[in-house]
């Protein structure tokens, strides 16, 4: 299945990974993501982690150095030639969102759609790809996803909708992977938990 992120002219692989080293190079964060979902993991207790779009695996390797068990999935093979070349030691797997279920069949305390990966689905997928995520986790766990909110793509409305009929609720949405108060912005990171 063909996603809008492989439609689209977006850097791929090792040119998508140069654009995140320049960013840590001139002294920008690039470990938001991470530090949110450590965050979360810390209160919970829970140590796995299913990076969902995980793309060069920045992110899942951030997660790993600092003591968490994550597996990273894709379906671009470019990208997850980067990441298995980073982090060889790591469990990457090239699958499409929505065969989740039956390509990694483990359970993880949180699931986290990092970098778009929600608005770079195929129309009319989103339901089950979030079903398929919301099934990989435990009993209260979390499906974090951070996404632009983009004329023509999915709303938070329609998002939320998706997330409750996955048995999931929201508890809580930001404006940054930082925690900045949702406002209504063109951005938005929302943590549903597994009901």
């Keep these: 299945m063909s996603s809008r992120w492989q439609s689209s002219d977006r850097p791929r692989g090792a040119d998508y990974d140069a654009r995140w080293a320049q960013l840590e190079a001139a002294g920008r964060s690039v470990h938001g993501e991470a530090d949110l979902v450590e965050s ?5 207790g829970g140590t796995r982690v299913l990076d969902a779009g995980c793309g060069t695996g920045r992110v899942a390797i951030e997660l790993a150095g600092r003591g968490f ?8 093979p470019a990208m997850l030639t980067v990441a298995r070349d980073k982090a060889p030691e790591l469990r990457w797997v090239q699958a499409d969102l929505v065969d989740t279920a039956t390509a990694v069949p483990d359970e993880f305390d949180v699931v986290v759609l990092a970098g778009n990966v929600m608005i770079f689905l195929d129309q009319g997928t989103e339901s089950t790809v979030v079903a398929q995520l919301a099934d990989r986790l435990t009993p209260g766990g979390v499906l974090v996803a951070g996404f632009q909110l983009l004329a023509g793509r999915l709303t938070l409305q329609r998002y939320d909708d998706i997330a409750t009929s996955a048995g999931l609720r929201l508890v809580h949405r930001w404006a940054t992977w930082e925690q900045a108060p949702f406002d209504g912005g063109d951005y938005a990171v929302s943590v549903h938990e597994l009901t």
């Design 69 to 76: 068990s994550v597996v990273g999935v894709d379906a671009d």
């Design 40 to 44: 979360l993991l810390r209160a919970s």
